[in-house]
């Protein structure tokens, strides 16, 4: 867990949430490098799945004072920073992972869901610059993601789309004689 973890230091965050499934929580980060050629690296994107994510909390590390001064939608459209900089440039849509990944130890929280379920569970806390990720999970695989992967694509007719259109809860004053709080799921 330490080397797929240390993996989570000194790259930019540039996606993080829940799967559309939902049951595993993805992280995508960027990892620049030396683009000399004579070493051979390239930059990459790498996707690092939480799997089983019984807990996802997201907290701000911006401090208030800045927030303050970076409620303008004009800092969406930014792509740089710089020293002056007049608030918190959010339109970079990266974070640097700072300090990165830390495994919480003797987590109560990964002790409870290892008892509920029968698997061992982890508690680590994601740091970047903006955001504080704290994740419960059974384990964690990383691959390398192409240009172009989307997390989510908003579908007219998929399976969340099917599922909620056959789910729906009726209105009060329903004449279909139904139970309030049915729906169609009898």
Same mark, same amino acid.
């Given at each position: 867990?330490?080397?797929?973890?240390?993996?989570? !230091?000194?790259?930019?965050?540039?996606?993080?949430?829940?799967?559309?499934?939902?049951?595993?929580?993805?992280?995508?980060?960027?990892?620049?490098?030396?683009?000399?050629?004579?070493?051979?690296?390239?930059?990459?994107?790498?996707? %690092?799945? %939480?799997?089983?994510?019984?807990?996802?909390?997201?907290?701000?590390?911006?401090?208030?004072?800045?927030?303050?001064?970076?409620?303008?939608?004009?800092?969406?459209?930014?792509?740089?920073?710089?020293?002056?900089?007049?608030?918190?440039?959010?339109?970079?849509?990266? !974070?640097?992972? %700072?300090?990165?990944?830390?495994?919480?130890?003797?987590?109560?929280?990964?002790?409870?869901?290892?008892? !509920?379920?029968?698997?061992?569970?982890?508690?680590?806390?994601?740091?970047?610059?903006? !955001?504080?990720?704290?994740?419960? %999970?059974?384990?964690?695989?990383?691959?390398?993601?192409?240009?172009?992967?989307?997390?989510?694509?908003?579908?007219?007719?998929?399976?969340?789309?099917?599922?909620?259109?056959?789910?729906?809860?009726?209105?009060?004053?329903?004449?279909?004689?139904?139970?309030?709080?049915?729906?169609?799921?009898?």
């Amino acid at each position: 867990m330490g080397l797929v973890l240390a993996e989570l !230091q000194d790259k930019e965050l540039v996606f993080h949430g829940f799967t559309p499934y939902m049951r595993d929580y993805e992280v995508v980060v960027y990892e620049p490098v030396d683009r000399n050629p004579k070493h051979g690296l390239v930059p990459r994107h790498l996707r %690092f799945l %939480f799997k089983y994510c019984t807990e996802a909390t997201v907290t701000s590390r911006v401090r208030p004072d800045v927030w303050a001064r970076s409620l303008s939608d004009d800092l969406l459209k930014v792509h740089h920073v710089s020293r002056g900089s007049p608030g918190y440039v959010w339109g970079v849509e990266a !974070q640097e992972l %700072f300090p990165g990944a830390t495994v919480v130890q003797g987590s109560s929280r990964a002790a409870y869901w290892a008892d !509920q379920l029968g698997l061992a569970f982890h508690e680590v806390l994601v740091e970047a610059n903006a !955001q504080a990720i704290g994740l419960v %999970f059974a384990s964690v695989a990383v691959a390398e993601v192409a240009p172009g992967y989307a997390p989510f694509i908003v579908a007219a007719a998929g399976h969340a789309e099917a599922y909620a259109d056959s789910s729906r809860q009726p209105l009060s004053g329903d004449v279909t004689g139904r139970e309030p709080g049915l729906g169609d799921r009898r």
